[in-house]
């Protein structure tokens, strides 16, 4: 199956009010892109458009279907006052596959141990991710994604408020599923870390600034291009209806 990822004139908004513009590109399939622009720019917008949690109000998606997909949203926004331990959390990542409401296997609960392992937190099995700084949480979240073994991978800001270590793990955690040929989107704020890391890259900034080879994107007239863009928009402005 495809991991193929194409917008067609996408517009999406919200209160009829624009988020993102007229967007055609596609991401191939085995790609490994950073979505990077301006804040309020339609990055997390896009994601959750992918995934299903926001409908087009103009144009389409063409995606894997939604089960194939495994979305990690920021970090701010997951609510961590639940009591639940770390591995209930990363045991999620087998829902997919065997149903929400299922009791977990001894099986389960293994794969569940080797993933958290595999990030470098073996031994946390029992704590409460309330306890958890933010690298540990995100590690815990990775783990997840580990067990859904998905063919897209969406990560919304997975490196932002953790440490240089973190990073690092995450990122070659990132790059051998590159390896495996999954598709990769990571919205990613820091220029120099997607420079160094994403062979794609993608300059949003509520429409397309530029799409393709990072190297050719991250110019520094396609940043300041960004900038003015973003800065340009009213947010309460309404909705574009332009036809394509």
């Excluded at 331990?85 to 045991?91: D, G, K, T, Y």
Aim: aromatic residues 4%; proline residues 4%; contains cysteine.
């Amino acid at each position: 199956m495809s991991g193929a990822i194409t917008f067609h004139n996408l517009t999406l908004g919200y209160n009829e009010h624009p988020a993102v513009h007229h967007l055609s590109a596609t991401l191939a399939a085995g790609s490994m892109t950073a979505l990077v622009g301006p804040n309020g720019g339609g990055k997390s917008t896009l994601l959750k458009a992918i995934v299903g949690e926001i409908k087009p109000r103009t144009g389409t998606i063409d995606a894997p279907p939604r089960r194939t997909i495994a979305y990690l949203p920021q970090l701010a926004e997951i609510d961590r006052s639940f009591p639940v331990s770390v591995l209930e959390v990363v045991a999620m990542g087998l829902w997919a596959k065997a149903g929400a409401f299922r009791r977990l296997t001894g099986a389960d609960r293994a794969a569940a141990r080797d993933s958290l392992a595999a990030v470098g937190l073996d031994g946390f099995e029992r704590r409460s991710i309330g306890a958890l700084s933010g690298g540990q949480m995100q590690r815990v979240l990775f783990a997840r994604l580990l067990l859904q073994d998905a063919r897209v991978i969406l990560l919304d800001e997975p490196f932002a408020a953790v440490d240089e270590r973190t990073i690092g793990d995450l990122l070659a955690i990132v790059g051998k599923w590159h390896g495996e040929g999954r598709t990769i989107v990571t919205v990613v704020h820091d220029i120099e870390l997607v420079r160094g890391a994403f062979p794609d890259t993608l300059l949003l900034a509520r429409e397309l600034v530029a799409h393709g080879a990072t190297s050719k994107v991250l110019t520094r007239e396609n940043l300041s291009r960004a900038r003015a863009v973003g800065e340009a928009f009213d947010d309460h402005a309404p909705l574009c209806r332009r036809a394509a």
